[in-house]
Structure formats: structure tokens, C-alpha cells
Nanobody
Framework: QVQLVESGGGSVETGGSLRLSCVGSGIILSTSSVAWFRRPPGKQREWVATIYVGDEIYYGDVTKSRFTINRDDNKNTVYLQMNKLEPEDTGVYSC??????WGRGIQVTVSS
């Protein structure tokens, strides 16, 4: 059974940083595309970033060059490093692997 578990969320002030982790079980993340999405309060889900097999990477406009996605194959984990956080970054962040498996999501709150 495939399971993705996010961690690393929380509350920070504007300008702060967080690193989210997405740990996979029942799936080898290095052989899958893994994407991060977020859902701001009261809004639709937004795509944040994707890392493909071979480490090709793409970012959504919402990141404004502040976020970095990478992975540690030894830990079967994909990370999202978020810097210079803004209140608009507040939301539930979820990872998605192999175009079909979702984590439960984790809350990120940025206060002004």
C-alpha cells in the first residue's frame, strides 16, 4: 500500500523559512514524479513544484523563485525548502507521487 506522509509544517512569521518533507512508503520516489501542491484558505488548489525522474524540476509561479524542491533517495523523501515566506503562502501543502498518490497534507501558516 502506497503512503505519503508530509511533515515540517507549522507557523512562521513573514520572511521565515520552512522545509517540508514528503516521505514515501510502498513506492520508490526516485522512480516517480513527485509534486507539491497547496490549498490556500478559501481558494482552489495550486501547483507549487514538481521533480521528475532524472531530477528535471519545474516550479509554479506562486514560488516566485523562493522555493526549492529536491529529494534524498536514501531516505525516500522529497523536500520543499521554502524561504522568504509571505502570508499568501499560508495553506495546506500536500505532496503527490506518480500522478495519483496523495499525502494527507500539512498546514503552513505565515503571519504578518
Amino acid at each position: 500500500q502506497v503512503q505519503l506522509v508530509e511533515s515540517g509544517g507549522g507557523s512562521v512569521e513573514t520572511g521565515g523559512s520552512l522545509r517540508l518533507s514528503c516521505v514515501g512508503s510502498g513506492i520508490i520516489l526516485s522512480t516517480s514524479s513527485v509534486a507539491w501542491f497547496r490549498r490556500p484558505p478559501g481558494k482552489q488548489r495550486e501547483w507549487v513544484a514538481t521533480i521528475y525522474v532524472g531530477d528535471e524540476i519545474y516550479y509554479g509561479d506562486v514560488t516566485k523563485s523562493r522555493f526549492t524542491i529536491n529529494r534524498d533517495d536514501n531516505k525516500n523523501t522529497v523536500y520543499l525548502q521554502m524561504n522568504k515566506l509571505e502570508p499568501e503562502d499560508t495553506g495546506v501543502y500536500s505532496c503527490k507521487a506518480a500522478y495519483q498518490y496523495w499525502g494527507r497534507g500539512i498546514q503552513v501558516t505565515v503571519s504578518s
